[in-house]
């Protein structure tokens, strides 16, 4: 009997620490979808096209933002190898949109008293920033590269170019280089 209830003590742990490993993987805020059929090494020029939205309403993209989105989007493709296509015809055109969405958070306080657990619930905003980028073959028509980038952001007024940077750093290391060590300039 107490061998028994031993085994099932050990049962019980290890499935336990089996799930607990389980749940913690990490959170990537990036996604991507390429298209498995396009060759990526025949796009050589691109150009940024921002899609511009109301900035006075909450939501949508600030123009400052947009500018600072678009030169991280421009030297993040230099690195890889392309050139930018300022008024020419570019291989590709990157199309972005970034959105801040704040919502209602609810948290939740439980207090024990003497009459029993008094419970708080109260409302604290809750801002996600997510960016999304397309990469669009300008001879098809078609979105060939699709990225998306995830955040919950603490201060939403004050995103610096750094944090930019990173952002857009994260979420273009999937697509593929031309050549390693490459700097292109930007074509006229």
């Not at 073959?137 to 004050?158: E, H, I, M």
């Amino acid at each position: 009997m107490i061998r028994a209830y031993e085994l099932t003590r050990c049962l019980v742990g290890l499935v336990v620490v089996l799930v607990m490993t389980g749940c913690a993987t990490a959170y990537n805020p990036v996604e991507v979808v390429a298209d498995e059929q396009v060759d990526f090494s025949q796009y050589r020029s691109f150009e940024i096209d921002a899609l511009i939205l109301d900035s006075s309403v909450d939501g949508q993209q600030d123009l400052l933002v947009n500018q600072m989105i678009g030169q991280a989007l421009a030297q993040s493709l230099i690195r890889k190898g392309l050139v930018q296509d300022q008024g020419g015809s570019p291989d590709l055109r990157v199309r972005f949109l970034a959105r801040v969405q704040t919502q209602a958070g609810i948290d939740i306080e439980h207090v024990p008293t003497e009459q029993g657990v008094w419970t708080r619930y109260w409302n604290d905003p809750v801002s996600q920033g997510r960016l999304l980028v397309n990469l669009v073959d300008t001879a098809t028509g078609n979105v060939v590269w699709k990225g998306v980038y995830t955040q919950q952001l603490d201060s939403p007024d004050t995103i610096t170019q750094s944090e930019i940077d990173r952002v857009v750093g994260q979420l273009m290391a999937p697509y593929p280089s031309l050549a390693q060590g490459v700097v292109s300039p930007v074509r006229e």
